[in-house]
């Protein structure tokens, strides 16, 4: 796990022994703690008790899908990649069955979120539209604006996807 989430963060083993391993991709001293306790048990089941997921939020969409391209180049395949609304998202599953989120907020300030999550529009889809990572890759090179590309698309109302049902 401590390799997998190494790769994944970008980050640095801070320290790390038999038991125990602090992981860091800042000026923090640790963001992650890894523990590998003998009286713990492996997840028998999906969506069971526990850890559902952990959120980690980008400046840009651009920083946003070059971790998703380096990650893509070390074999971690995202999950679902899906425009919120107020966030855009690209999910992943770490080899616990653990979901991470990856995020960029689509709004200057929270309180815009807020008022989008009370429109009609969010009422009705609050899934989400998805997309394609590669293919927003491809218009942002060719000079479009990250605001066009995180503005949500009006769809009729959706479920979940398969992997989260």
């Given amino acids: 796990m401590v390799s997998y989430y190494r790769v994944f963060l970008g980050a640095k083993v801070v320290h790390e022994n038999s038991m125990l391993a602090f992981l860091s991709y800042d000026d923090e001293h640790h963001r992650i703690a890894i523990e590998a306790l003998p ?6 089941q999906k969506h069971n008790r526990g850890l559902e997921h952990i959120a980690f939020t980008f400046n840009t969409l651009s920083d946003l899908l ?15 990649s899906v425009n919120h609304g107020p966030t855009t998202l690209i999910y992943y599953e770490d080899p616990d069955g653990n979901q991470l989120e990856t995020q960029v ?61």
């Avoid at 009286?39 to 028998?44: A, C, H, I, L, P």
């Avoid at 907020?105 to 899934?127: C, G, L, W």
């Fill in 39 to 44: 009286s713990v048990k492996d997840k028998q």
């Fill in 105 to 165: 907020d689509n709004f200057a300030n929270p309180d815009d979120a807020t008022v989008f999550m009370e429109s009609k529009e969010f009422m009705e889809n609050p899934i989400g539209v998805d997309f394609d990572p590669e293919e927003f890759i491809e218009r942002l090179r060719q000079g479009e604006d990250e605001r066009v590309l995180c503005k949500r698309l009006a769809i009729r109302p959706r479920g979940l996807p398969e992997h989260m049902r």
């Fill in 66 to 80: 070059l971790a998703y391209r380096q990650r893509k180049q070390h074999n971690i395949l995202s999950l679902w």
